[in-house]
């Protein structure tokens, strides 16, 4: 799953990034609103954190903008804890909001809930056949036994397995595992899809041939 931190506060973009990518995510960032809406804007993340004070464009506006063209979750960060700021938030487009100082257990499961309500999900474990996926854990079992999985090779699980019953297509498969740092005309791909129908079973994994990868 692919993030993008909006954060002006050098240190807390900075530790965020660095827990959000331990969790698993691929994760942009920017500490400006103008190039934070440019990059919100044109590409397909699946949660957007975004704080309410930055420079440039505050968080209000570029809320404003973006639900103009997208319906990306956005969750909203301020360090005002006032009835009003959460009104105004909300009624703008945002799925969630967050006061700071925070808990990053809580970010993470709130980030968790948005990318899942928005896949249509309504439960936290999914259950595929003989293998189960356990999100808030990052846990694949397979018939009852615990699998061994990279965080990439978890982050492609997951989403595949939001997609249940779709051929998802390589690009969008790379646009949502990798993020602006990370070359994308490797092969990683590949590998990440091959280890996973080694530990998952051969058939979990569907080639669509010309086109991506789907999960029945």
Same mark, same amino acid.
């Given at each position: 799953?692919?993030?993008?931190?909006?954060?002006?506060?050098?240190? &807390?973009?900075?530790?965020?990034?660095?827990?959000? @990518?331990?969790?698993?995510?691929?994760?942009?960032?920017?500490?400006?609103?103008?190039?934070?809406?440019?990059?919100?804007?044109?590409?397909?993340?699946?949660?957007?954190?975004?704080?309410?004070?930055?420079?440039?464009?505050? !968080?209000?506006?570029?809320?404003?903008?973006?639900?103009?063209?997208?319906?990306?979750?956005?969750?909203?960060?301020?360090? /005002?804890?006032?009835?009003?700021?959460?009104?105004?938030?909300?009624?703008?487009?945002?799925?969630?909001? &967050?006061?700071?100082?925070?808990?990053?257990?809580?970010?993470?499961?709130?980030? /968790?809930?948005?990318?899942?309500?928005?896949?249509?999900?309504? /439960?936290?474990?999914?259950?595929?056949?003989?293998?189960?996926?356990?999100?808030?854990?990052?846990?694949?079992? /397979?018939?009852?036994?615990?699998?061994?999985?990279?965080?990439?090779?978890?982050?492609?699980?997951?989403?595949?397995?939001? *997609?249940?019953?779709?051929?998802?297509?390589?690009?969008?498969?790379?646009? *949502?595992?990798?993020?602006?740092?990370?070359?994308?005309?490797?092969?990683?791909?590949?590998? *990440?899809?091959?280890?996973? @129908?080694?530990?998952?079973?051969?058939?979990?994994?569907?080639?669509?041939?010309?086109? !991506?990868?789907?999960?029945?």
């Amino acid at each position: 799953m692919r993030l993008l931190v909006i954060e002006d506060e050098a240190d &807390l973009l900075s530790s965020l990034a660095k827990a959000l @990518r331990e969790e698993g995510y691929a994760v942009d960032t920017s500490e400006e609103g103008e190039e934070g809406l440019y990059k919100a804007m044109n590409t397909d993340y699946d949660a957007i954190i975004l704080d309410v004070m930055l420079p440039g464009l505050d !968080g209000w506006t570029i809320l404003k903008k973006l639900r103009a063209k997208r319906k990306t979750p956005v969750l909203m960060l301020t360090a /005002r804890d006032t009835s009003r700021d959460r009104v105004h938030g909300l009624d703008l487009g945002a799925d969630d909001y &967050l006061v700071k100082p925070f808990d990053l257990n809580e970010l993470f499961a709130r980030v /968790r809930a948005l990318i899942r309500r928005t896949a249509g999900l309504s /439960r936290s474990v999914v259950q595929i056949g003989n293998v189960r996926i356990d999100i808030p854990a990052r846990q694949a079992f /397979r018939s009852g036994k615990a699998v061994a999985l990279t965080h990439r090779e978890f982050t492609l699980l997951e989403f595949l397995a939001m *997609h249940r019953g779709e051929a998802v297509s390589r690009a969008a498969l790379y646009e *949502h595992l990798f993020d602006e740092n990370e070359n994308t005309l490797s092969n990683l791909l590949d590998v *990440h899809i091959s280890n996973l @129908r080694n530990k998952l079973g051969s058939e979990f994994i569907m080639t669509r041939r010309g086109y !991506g990868y789907c999960i029945e």
